[in-house]
Each structure stands twice: as structure tokens, then as C-alpha cells.
């Protein structure tokens, strides 16, 4: 399989973008999801509760920065967006980087998978180490690409 930073232009299979309620679920972990945490997003296992299911359900709407893309708006009305490498949950402050750092180019990768790519880091993919999930530069490794691929799921709230 060509590794997804090799092509980072849109591909014609990768998936396209529509307003709908997402759970983003581990490929590698599948009874993980993004799960809000303090403001972070961590991988985590969901229980029944509604507060839970909520803080690991997202809108998924139009890149801000690139409309062939994602942002993850919650149920708040703040924006998943990368800071320092890390992903966050913040406001939307109007900026270009907020706009860039908030917006994911789905990948197609394997059985109904996607890698997250950065649009204003191309390369780097939203992965989870030690459930945490961060931005790192593509590696070519089976671990790197387990850890940086999702599913989006119907929501869990």
C-alpha cells in the first residue's frame, strides 16, 4: 500500500465530507474513541453514561481552512484543533492558524479505515501514543499506521 504521505493531495477515494454526528473509534484499540478530557482528546474506553457519550461525539462540517476536509465542531460549539502537536479542544478565535490547525484531510487507508492528515502540516497524522492523541510526522512503521487510523462511526450520544 503507497504510504498516505506520499500522495497529499486529495485522493479520489477518500471519503468526502458531510455535516453528520461522528464517534471517531481506534482501529487498533476498537473498543477506544476520542473521548474529551480536560480539554484534551484522549483514546478511551466509553461507558453507558450520557455525559461520556457526549464528550466522544462530534459534528463533523467542512474544513475551515479546506472545505474537501474536516473540522470536529462538540457539542459545545468549540473546535478540535492541534496546539503545540497535540490535540485540543478551543474556540474559535477567527485566525488563519486556528482555521489550518482545526481542519483534517481524511485518508483512505485499510478495511473502511482513515488516517487524519494535517492541512497546514502535510505529513504529519493525528495518531494516539499512550491513548493521548497527538500530530506526528508519517513513519513507516505497522505501529505508526495502527495508531493513526480511525473509523467514523454513527455517534455514540
Not at 11 to 31: I, L
Amino acid at each position: 500500500m503507497p504510504s498516505p504521505a506520499a500522495s497529499p493531495t486529495k485522493g479520489a477515494s477518500d471519503p468526502k465530507p458531510a455535516v453528520v454526528q461522528r464517534s471517531v473509534q481506534s482501529a487498533n484499540y476498537p473498543d477506544r474513541y476520542w473521548h474529551l478530557s480536560n480539554g484534551y482528546v484522549r483514546l478511551d474506553a466509553i461507558g453507558s453514561g450520557p455525559e461520556q457519550r457526549e464528550d466522544s461525539t462530534f459534528t463533523l462540517v467542512k474544513g475551515l481552512a479546506n472545505s474537501s476536509c474536516y473540522s470536529f465542531l462538540t457539542s459545545d460549539g468549540t473546535y478540535l484543533r492541534h496546539r503545540s502537536f497535540v490535540l485540543v479542544k478551543q474556540r474559535n478565535d477567527g485566525s488563519s492558524l486556528f482555521q489550518q490547525d482545526a481542519t483534517f484531510c481524511a485518508r483512505a487507508s485499510y478495511s473502511g479505515t482513515v488516517m487524519l492528515e494535517s492541512v497546514n502540516y502535510p505529513g504529519y497524522f493525528l495518531r494516539h501514543e499512550r491513548f493521548q492523541l497527538k500530530l506526528e510526522r508519517y513513519e513507516y512503521s505497522g505501529q505508526y499506521r495502527a495508531d493513526s487510523t480511525f473509523r467514523l462511526v454513527e455517534g455514540l450520544a
